[in-house]
């Protein structure tokens, strides 16, 4: 008989590729589903970045690649941190990886023994969790609401620190909720991190561009704080690039290092052609790719809009990022259509099925009361799809 390891056993299955599954099962059986659960732009890459691809290919770029990356990757990634963060780091800080879910994966990796402590305010991204579990760590989660627009406050990050704490991992612009921490408000966090020098910071920055007006700042600007924050950041989201899998951190040098060393035993170097064009995304100027930035924005609008219309549903102004984040807890212990509904889970499956709108629900993110509904959709989707959900529940 075939015995998985306790490790894989005790994974959970990332819940938005669940229900992507899930939504293209019953697409398959005729149903017409609206699929809003995906964290995927619907835009196609961008041509001049796809050309530059076209022709790495031609120009036989097909050899195992540096573990850390191509040198001149890793220059434009430095000039990009430069340029939109204010950041300098050395070459031998950053590191190129299959995505920056790998990137991530790798510092949970070098940096986490057994017990270790992460702390997570919630909602939080979906992986981090599992992330952190199969690298022996354990997730401290720090639940934050919509009065405090999702962010986890001084007070609140000082009580989740103990002993064990290695770790503090969040992203801004927020996947799922969309906050954005100010700069005052990693100042205020910074604070709290003074009296606790060996806890590390990690700053997911994969949705910085898809930001619609609110102040950028990163938590390694903060002197203090640049010699234990890896910065994550990636190309997927804001270059239309998910299936690429570029991903990088600018970090201090020993956790580099130790990156380099994981990645060189496991994947290698991220795919050669994926890393020549992200050259060029990276080195474009960013007016490039304000018009999807310009169409989240709009569709924010839209969304916001039509969510105001459908009782029950409360929601903050997500900041960034391509999601809302409505709280739906005033549905739990109701009927609609015959079904129960008790929690997220409940509602996001009723909606799925009932108004064939494919969401996710909060408690993947850490957050029971919430559903994730993603605007990367066109506008007639997403009328129909809030529609649909409308109906179902009145
Ligand atoms: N971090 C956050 C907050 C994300 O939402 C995602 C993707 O959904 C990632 C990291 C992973 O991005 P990549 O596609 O580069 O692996």
Aim: hydrophobic share 40%; aromatic share 10%; net charge negative.
């Amino acid at each position: 008989m075939i015995q998985l390891s306790d490790k894989i056993q005790k994974l959970e299955t990332s819940a938005t590729l669940a229900m992507a599954a899930k939504a293209r099962e019953l697409k398959a059986e005729g149903k017409d589903i609206i699929g809003l659960s995906l964290g995927e732009p619907d835009f196609n890459t961008p041509d001049f970045i796809k050309e530059s691809a076209i022709t790495a290919i031609n120009d036989n770029y097909n050899s195992y690649t540096p573990v850390d990356g191509y040198e001149d990757l890793k220059k434009a990634i430095q000039g990009k941190f430069k340029r939109d963060n204010n950041l300098d780091y050395g070459l031998n800080q950053i590191v190129v990886s299959t995505g920056a879910k790998q990137s991530l994966y790798n510092v949970a990796s070098v940096l986490l023994n057994p017990g270790d402590e992460v702390i997570l305010p919630c909602p939080y991204w979906v992986s981090y969790s599992d992330i952190v579990k199969l690298n022996g760590g354990i997730p401290v989660e720090v639940q934050t609401d919509i009065d405090q627009d999702f962010k986890m406050t001084p007070d609140q990050l000082k009580s989740a620190i103990t002993s064990k704490t290695k770790m503090i991992w969040y992203s801004s612009p927020c996947n799922p909720s969309g906050s954005v921490y100010s700069k005052d408000e990693l100042k205020a966090l910074a604070e709290v991190l003074k009296d606790y020098p060996d806890v590390i910071i990690v700053s997911d920055e994969i949705y910085e561009h898809i930001n619609f007006g609110s102040e950028r700042f990163s938590m390694a600007e903060i002197p203090e704080m640049y010699d234990r924050t890896v910065t994550v950041n990636g190309v997927s989201k804001a270059f239309a690039m998910t299936g690429w899998r570029i991903g990088y951190i600018g970090a201090p040098e020993k956790i580099a290092n130790a990156c380099k060393k994981l990645q060189g035993q496991v994947t290698s170097g991220a795919n050669c052609i994926a890393q020549r064009a992200v050259i060029t995304a990276l080195e474009a100027p960013l007016d490039k790719i304000q018009f999807m930035i310009d169409k989240f924005k709009s569709r924010r609008k839209l969304i916001l809009d039509l969510i105001e219309t459908i009782p029950g549903f409360e929601c903050n102004e997500p900041k960034g990022a391509f999601y809302v984040f409505p709280n739906v807890s005033s549905f739990f212990g109701k009927t609609y259509n015959g079904k129960l509904i008790e929690n997220a889970t409940d509602f996001s499956m009723f909606l799925l099925e009932v108004a064939n709108v494919a969401t996710v629900t909060g408690e993947a993110f850490g957050n029971p009361d919430c559903i994730r509904i993603s605007y990367a959709a066109s506008e007639s989707d997403i009328e129909e799809a809030m529609e649909r959900i409308k109906k179902s529940i009145s």
